[in-house]
């Protein structure tokens, strides 16, 4: 079974500009999460889809970042503008319905100049 | 309001040495308890979880870990470490089956020394 693919696994992005990370979930998983790693703050929620309805936003990042489910094996998160303070590893994740185990893509490395 | 402490941000170990790797959680009932682990430009992998029952649980590669309601504490342990373990650890705690609600620590940064 293929785990979570992201794409790409590192972007560089000037300030400003409008990046879009991918993310294919886990074969028949109903719940995605975005989740952003930094050293500092660990890992905080972005967003969480439960059969490609958003169930969370993440608060405070809705304002630059969109997540959307196309369908239900594909993800993308939109950051729009970008800011340096986003430069972080974006990491997709997914899990069964009811189930606690959460499987985790490999990351997007994002560096904002 | 729930949360997960992981005291020790770095941890170094000579190969062969025991490991304990501390977790303490703020939580007013029995929650769901996990250990993940993250190798050098990898996503986050289960180790192992505890729901309830056997108060110590096994997980992958030799890891252990204890679940202690009274010290509200999930801490894990290594008899003997190899260099391949080196990695990011992340104790988490969910407080029912919903994945979402899932609350990471910041993770403790294990170097064994070969």
């Known amino acids: 079974d293929a785990g979570v693919t992201q794409t790409p696994r590192h972007e560089v992005a000037e300030k400003g500009q409008t990046i879009i990370l991918k993310c294919e979930p886990v074969?028949?998983?109903?719940?995605l999460f975005w989740y952003r790693q930094t050293k500092i703050q660990g890992l905080e929620l972005l967003s969480y889809f439960r059969s490609k309805s958003l169930m969370e936003d993440g608060g405070a990042f809705k304002d630059r970042f969109k997540a959307e489910m196309l369908n239900s094996s594909f993800s993308t998160l939109k950051i729009q503008p970008t800011e340096p303070k986003d430069s972080a590893v974006y990491l997709c994740?997914?899990?069964?319905?009811?189930?606690?185990?959460?499987?985790f893509g490999k990351g997007t490395r994002l560096t904002v100049v | 309001a729930q949360s997960v402490t992981q005291p020790d941000a770095r941890v170094t170990v000579s190969e062969g040495a025991s490991l304990q790797l501390r977790c303490k959680y703020s939580?007013?009932?029995?929650?769901?308890l996990f250990w993940y682990v993250q190798y050098p430009r990898q996503g986050l992998q289960l180790l192992l979880k505890?729901?309830?029952?056997?108060?110590v649980v096994q997980g992958v590669n030799g890891f252990e870990a204890e679940f202690s309601k009274s010290n509200s504490s999930f801490h894990l342990r290594k008899a003997s470490v190899h260099w391949s373990d080196s990695a990011v650890y992340f104790c988490?705690?969910?407080?029912?089956?919903?994945?979402?609600?899932?609350?990471f620590g910041k993770g403790t940064h294990l170097h064994v020394l070969p």
């Open positions: 994740a997914s899990s069964n319905r009811g189930g606690t185990e959460v499987f």
């Open positions: 939580y007013s009932g029995t929650p769901y």
């Open positions: 505890y729901y309830s029952g056997d108060p």
């Open positions: 074969s028949g998983h109903n719940d």
């Open positions: 988490a705690l969910s407080p029912d089956t919903n994945a979402y609600k899932v609350i």
